[in-house]
C-alpha cells in the first residue's frame, strides 16, 4: 500500500517487483546454499551480474539494473545512491531474501566511506571490485566498550603515529563481514580525551601485517567477526578524509544507511503480514477460518496499519535526505526507530497467528523471528533514536 503523497512511480515500482522476482529465483537459492555465518561470495558475484550493487553506487559500473528511479543521483563516481532508492532496494531483498539483503547493505555500510571520503586511487581500486561482487567490505567501527556510542572509542582501537604513517593497534568487534572481508573501513582513536574530534578514518586491506581476526557466533548466521590489529601499518595514502576527522566520516555513512534499515525492517514486517495473512485465510479452527475470529482479524489490521506507518516514515526521511534538507537526523531517527519496533511486533505477533509451526527450525517466521532482533540494535539502538529525536525536539 502506498499514500498518495509517496506513491511509487511506475519506473520503482517494476523495479521493485524486478528485485523480488531476482531474490526469489536465483539470489534466495544462493543464500540457501551458503555457509551459515560466512561471507557468501557466489551470491555477491550474482547481485553483482545483475546490477544490484552497481546500484548503491551510481556512476561507478555497469549492471542489468536500471538507473536510479528517483533521478537524484548524478553520474559522478563518487554520487551516493540516492536514499529513497536505497530503502526500496533493501524493502524488496527483506521480503524475500534476508541473507541477500543483508549481503547487498554490509557491502554498502563498508564502501560508502571510501566512495565519500576516499582518494581517487582508493576508489578506482576498490569499487569497481565491489560492484562486480569480488571484493568484500567491512565496516569497522564498534569496539567492545563503544557500540552505539561512537563518539566514546577509547583505547580499544589506536593509531599512534610514526614517521610516514601511524600503526593500528587494538580490538574491534561485531564487524561486518569480518574476518572474510577484502577491506575494511577502520576508526580508531589518534587523539586521546578529544572525544569527537580524535578519531581518524583509514582504508585497511585485509592482507595488511599484524591484521587477524575471528568469526562471532550471533543469533542470526550473517558474517560478523571481531579484528585485531598488532602494530598494523598505514600511511596517509589510507586515510578515508582528513585526520581526526573520521566521526564525521562515520556519521556520514550512517546519516544514509539509518533510514534504510528501517526499509529492511518494513521489508521483513510485511513478509510476516503477507504470510499471516495467508495462513489466516485457510487454518481452520473454532468452526471456521482464523481470519473469521474478531481477535486475529484485529491483529491482522493493526500489523498491517503499523506497516503503512512505518513505510511511509521510511520513504520521508530517505526523500529528505535526497532534498538535502539539513536537518535529517530526527526524521531518520523516528524511521528506524519506528519502522525496526514495529517490525518486532508484526513479527511476533505472526507467530502467534500460526501458533507452534512457526517456532520449528527453518520455518520462515523462526527465521524472521531471529533476524529482527538485531535491528533494534545496530547503526544505533532504539534509545539512542529516541535521545536523538528528543534532542532535535529542542534544537532551533
Request: with cysteine.
Amino acid at each position: 500500500m502506498e499514500s498518495a503523497q509517496f506513491r511509487l512511480t511506475p519506473a520503482q515500482t517494476a523495479f521493485c517487483a524486478q528485485v523480488r522476482a531476482l531474490a526469489e529465483t536465483e539470489l534466495a537459492p544462493l543464500a540457501a546454499a551458503g555457509a551459515p555465518g560466512h561471507v557468501n561470495r557466489p551470491l555477491l558475484e550474482a547481485m553483482g551480474r545483475h546490477g544490484l550493487l552497481a546500484r548503491l553506487f551510481p556512476g561507478a559500473g555497469s549492471g542489468s539494473a536500471a538507473a536510479p528511479a528517483s533521478g537524484s543521483a548524478t553520474a559522478d563516481h563518487r554520487a551516493e545512491a540516492a536514499a529513497l532508492d536505497l530503502c526500496l532496494l533493501r524493502e524488496s531483498l527483506a521480503q524475500v531474501s534476508t541473507e541477500a539483503e543483508t549481503a547487498l547493505a554490509l557491502q554498502g555500510l563498508g564502501t560508502y566511506p571510501v566512495v565519500q571520503n576516499g582518494s581517487e586511487e582508493q576508489i578506482a581500486h576498490w569499487l569497481p571490485k565491489v560492484v562486480a561482487g569480488t571484493a568484500v567490505a567491512g565496516f569497522a567501527l564498534s569496539e567492545p566498550g563503544s557500540g552505539s556510542d561512537a563518539a566514546s572509542l577509547s583505547l580499544a582501537a589506536t593509531a599512534s603515529p610514526t614517521g610516514d604513517g601511524w600503526t593500528l593497534t587494538g580490538e574491534k568487534i561485531w564487524i561486518s563481514n569480518a574476518p572474510e572481508a577484502d577491506f575494511y573501513s577502520v576508526f580508531a582513536r589518534t587523539t586521546p580525551d578529544a572525544g569527537s574530534r580524535g578519531i581518524t578514518a583509514f582504508l585497511v586491506p585485509a592482507d595488511r601485517p599484524g591484521l587477524t581476526g575471528e568469526h562471532l557466533d550471533m543469533i542470526s548466521p550473517h558474517p560478523i567477526g571481531r579484528l585485531i590489529f598488532d602494530a598494523v601499518p598505514v600511511t596517509r595514502a589510507d586515510l578515508l578524509g582528513e585526520a581526526d576527522q573520521g566521526f564525521r566520516v562515520a556519521m556520514r555513512t550512517l546519516d544514509l544507511f539509518r533510514p534504510s534499515v528501517g526499509a529492511f525492517a518494513v521489508g521483513m514486517a510485511q513478509a510476516a503480514l503477507d504470510a499471516s495473512i495467508t495462513h489466516a485465510g485457510r487454518r481452520e479452527a473454532f468452526g471456521g477460518v482464523l481470519k473469521d475470529l474478531q481477535a486475529v482479524s484485529h491483529s491482522l489490521a493493526e500489523m498491517a496499519t503499523r506497516i503503512e506507518a512505518a513505510r511511509l516514515l521510511v520513504y520521508s526521511a530517505a526523500e529528505a535526505y535526497d532534498a538535502g534538507e539539513k536537518r535529517i537526523a530526527g526524521r531518520s531517527a523516528m524511521a528506524k526507530l519506528f519502522a525496526t519496533e514495529t517490525a518486532q511486533f508484526v513479527i511476533d505477533a505472526a507467530v502467534q497467528i500460526h501458533g507452534a509451526v512457526a517456532l520449528q527450525h527453518g520455518h520462515l517466521l523462526e527465521h524472521l523471528y531471529r533476524e529482527v532482533r538485531a535491528p533494534r540494535i545496530y547503526e544505533g539502538a532504539s534509545e539512542v533514536q529516541r535521545t536523538i529525536i528528543g534532542r532535535e525536539l529542542y534544537r532551533g
